[in-house]
């Protein structure tokens, strides 16, 4: 028996992808975080589904709302009692001293996950990770950022995630992934489109999927409304690029894809934004999406299509319309990522705001 821990649904559909893959004889214990949109519903239709043995929902432990203090204090008692802690966090009839795993599946050591991890390591399980975007393909990882409090206390316990090294990492695109030192082996996963079509259809019964049919030209994918930069000025530039965009197309041509996360919109009524439980990956699997174009100031999911179906829908990231610092080994990974288009010409990178202005004139042509 194994176990996967799933904080998106984009993490959902790679535990069943890597289970039919590498070990579908195996149960498979699925803990679903409640930190997206519908998660509950999610976690109900999972667990009628045939590829999981039993379905947790689990309250992810909140640290960056305590204050300073506060979260310090926090961090050093979690890590002192990683199995209690668990214990608490999983809802329903869950007894953790009961438990083995032979192997725990994530997408990289976060809070939950952590103590998790570091809580049937004792008791034998290795750790492996699965595609989570972006962030499984760059040369660091989550526990190159823990701050100087956690690896201390994380040294003194012998918990946390920097006592925790994952052996195998599975993803679409292993070729790209720039970190391969770190895993003995790096190992692909199955492209969407490949899947056996009876696994299409349960994906589209776990994740309720509808056809959306958007009546949208232009995507722009949210990375700014769940805080993922943490700075609020970002939001101005973004401000100018939606009223740029709004001179140029049609209101009714753009719509906002709103981070799974996300609580309310914070763009103007008038362009459609929606949000959707269903993963990115799912949707593109059921829609039409070579005739659009999608947008991002760095989101993976403008590459999925390419990456998990080997479609070319025209994708602009505007990572350099944005003062983000330390942004070289992103920048690095897209660019490698977008030359593995047929077509090119198809991926633009604007240099400023009157380089996207031409751009989206050439797309309104």
Sequence with gaps: MFAC?????????????????YDAESDMDVYVCMKFSGAE??????????????????????????????RKK???????????????????????NDLHYSYIISSGYLNFNILFNNYFAKKGAKAFFVDDGVESYLEKNTADHYSAVYKLFGRFTGNGGINLKPQKLFVYAPNLVLGKQRYEEVLPLVP????????????????????????????????????DFRNN????????????????????????KLHPRV????????IEAFKT?????VFALNEEIEDKVFMSISSTACLTPKLIFNKEPVIIFLYNLYPIKDYDEMKDYICRAAASYNCPDRVYIPESLADLENILKKIKE
């Design 263 to 270: 609580t309310e919109s914070i763009y103007p009524v008038e």
């Design 74 to 96: 926090k961090i050093i008692a979690d890590l002192l009692r990683p199995g209690k802690v668990v214990q608490e966090c999983v809802k329903g009839d869950f007894r953790i």
């Design 5 to 21: 821990v799933c904080w998106s649904p984009f993490q959902i559909v790679n535990a069943i992808n890597y289970k039919m893959k």
């Design 192 to 227: 969407l489109d490949q899947l056996k079509q009876e696994i299409k259809k349960e994906l589209n019964r776990i994740f309720d999927y509808q056809d959306l049919r958007l009546n949208y030209h232009v995507m722009l994918f949210d990375q700014l409304g769940t805080g």
């Design 233 to 256: 000025n970002l939001l101005d530039i973004q401000n100018q690029i939606l009223r740029l965009m709004t001179q140029i197309l049609e209101e009714d041509e753009i719509a906002i």
């Design 277 to 281: 439980s269903v993963p990115w990956e």
């Design 41 to 70: 519903e999610v976690a109900v239709r999972l667990s009628e589904s045939e590829y999981v043995h039993n379905v947790y929902l689990v309250n992810n432990l909140d640290y960056d709302s305590l204050p300073s203090g506060a």
